[in-house]
């Protein structure tokens, strides 16, 4: 596609339950990045993907969170056991490049924990 | 991970103003972006910065590298009401990942 999509674009969910985020990147980007950002605040960087292969996942949270990326393109975020407090945007970025590269963000996913 | 310093938080303006935001940073940077992001939506690349002392503009934006490598400022001219939105900053090394201020909320008063 043209830039990068996200779905769903918005998520209610009980509290306990899991949810899937999904992230389809633009065509060709290797490095693929997942943020989170509560109202109001800036991005919470969660972790990065070279290809399929997660170098940097220091920004998750909790082992609740966990995430993958298949074929060097779609990417999913799973949050198990949902808690209130991951209620926030979750936006996927990719880019050609990681080094310095110029990352696009898709609409993000806005997640809410009832 | 490593945050940048982005300031100000926030700026109220009237319609007309001019306003300028920077970031700093304790770690010399190889790259400075500038994002802009709209209410419900990603945010939007601006303008990218990737030599020291660069000067750039798009349209009423200009952006600066610093000389330093430790700062960038955006400016933007002759604000109007569709410039409101929180501006995001991010800056990277070489092999680090880009990290990004906390973001300035600008709100313009018509």
């Known amino acids: 596609g043209a830039g990068v999509s996200q779905s769903p674009s918005n998520k209610v969910t009980e509290k306990g339950k899991d949810v899937e985020l999904r992230c389809d990147p633009i065509s060709g980007h290797t490095a693929l990045y997942w943020y989170r950002q509560s109202l109001g605040q800036g991005l919470e960087f969660l972790i990065y993907?070279?290809?399929?292969?997660?170098?940097?996942k220091s920004g998750l949270p909790s082992d609740r969170f966990s995430a993958e990326r298949t074929g060097g393109s779609v990417s999913t975020l799973t949050i198990q056991r949902t808690q209130q407090e991951d209620s926030a945007v979750y936006l996927c970025?990719?880019?050609?490049?990681?080094?310095?590269?110029?990352?696009?963000f898709g609409p993000g996913t806005r997640l809410t924990v009832l | 991970g490593q945050q940048l310093n982005q300031s100000p938080q926030s700026m109220f303006i009237q319609e007309g103003e001019d306003v300028s935001m920077n970031c700093t940073s304790s770690?010399?940077?190889?790259?400075w972006l500038w994002y802009k992001q709209d209410p419900g939506e990603g945010p939007v690349l601006l303008i990218a910065?990737?030599?020291?002392?660069e000067l750039t503009s798009n349209g009423r934006l200009t952006a600066q590298f610093g000389i330093t490598r430790k700062d960038s400022f955006l400016n933007i001219s002759a604000s109007i009401p569709s410039d409101v939105g929180i501006y995001f900053c991010?800056?990277?090394?070489?092999?680090?990942?880009?990290?990004f201020g906390a973001g300035t909320r600008l709100t313009v008063k018509p």
């Open positions: 770690s010399i940077f190889n790259t």
């Open positions: 910065l990737y030599k020291a002392g």
């Open positions: 993907f070279q290809g399929n292969s997660a170098p940097d």
């Open positions: 991010a800056g990277g090394y070489n092999n680090n990942d880009m990290r």
């Open positions: 970025a990719s880019s050609f490049l990681r080094q310095g590269g110029e990352q696009f």
